[in-house]
């Protein structure tokens, strides 16, 4: 069946700091590839998305691509901050079936 | 985009009792799911719900544990059964994109269950 393989954490950076979290998946076919965040106390939301090989995904300058060739979707960005503290979940789906499979959830820490 | 309520948002239970828990969305839609996020944990998804037919549910889940109910095309309910401490979690459901190829999902701001 499908898997998401997430890094594991916490993440702890200063903020100004580059960040990357590997994402790594299993499945057949071409999924759709996502990424969530959880901030504390809130619910879960859409980062960004892409629904095929070579797309780029970009939201709140957060970039991930869909590479085919090494089934990865990482999640990076530039220069992070504080309120970038969250955690961030990578999942797919397939269009047939709809519903999501998550990976294990990367929890970031953005130190002053 | 969806908007999506639950409720309870957050309860205190005792063994052996169970929780209903409500996801209204404000859009018709076909297809509703519900997830477990067990604490510390990623999400795993329970069942799919969908309107006019019986709740498909994953594997490790069954219907006499969290029976589904899907009236109509914008609400469905949960029930939490026979609650032990290891069911404590929270419960979110969710929605899929209105007319999106891509599965994008809504979720609900979850219910956050406690059992003593």
């Known amino acids: 069946g499908d898997s998401v393989t997430q890094m594991e954490g916490p993440v702890t950076l200063s903020e100004e700091a580059c960040l990357t979290i590997?994402?790594?998946?299993?499945?057949?076919?071409?999924?759709?590839l996502f990424w969530y965040v959880q901030y504390p106390g809130e619910g879960l939301q859409l980062l960004l998305k892409?629904?095929?090989?070579?797309d780029k995904g970009s939201n709140k300058g957060f970039e991930a691509t869909y590479r085919k060739e090494t089934t990865s979707f990482h999640l990076e960005k530039g220069s992070v901050q504080v309120s970038d503290s969250a955690v961030y979940f990578c999942?797919?789906?397939?269009?047939?079936?709809?519903?999501?499979?998550f990976g294990s959830g990367t929890r970031l820490q953005v130190q002053p | 985009s969806a908007v999506i309520s639950q409720k309870p948002s957050r309860d205190i239970c005792q063994r052996g009792t169970s929780l209903t828990i409500q996801c209204q969305v404000d859009s018709q839609v076909t297809m509703m799911f519900w997830y477990r996020q067990q604490p510390g944990q990623s999400l795993t998804l329970i069942a799919t719900?969908?309107?006019?037919?019986?709740?498909?549910?994953e594997s490790g889940f069954v219907i006499d544990k969290f029976p589904i109910s899907r009236p109509n095309l914008t609400f469905s309910t949960l029930t939490v059964s026979n609650l032990s401490p290891e069911d404590s979690s929270i419960y979110l459901c969710?929605?899929?994109?209105?007319?999106?190829?891509?599965?994008?999902?809504?979720f609900g701001p979850g219910t956050r269950l406690t059992v003593l």
């Open positions: 999942a797919l789906s397939h269009t047939g079936r709809r519903a999501l499979t």
């Open positions: 590997n994402c790594t998946y299993t499945a057949t076919g071409y999924p759709s």
């Open positions: 969710s929605v899929p994109t209105p007319a999106s190829g891509t599965n994008e999902q809504f």
């Open positions: 719900a969908n309107q006019g037919s019986e709740a498909t549910y």
């Open positions: 892409a629904t095929k090989a070579d």
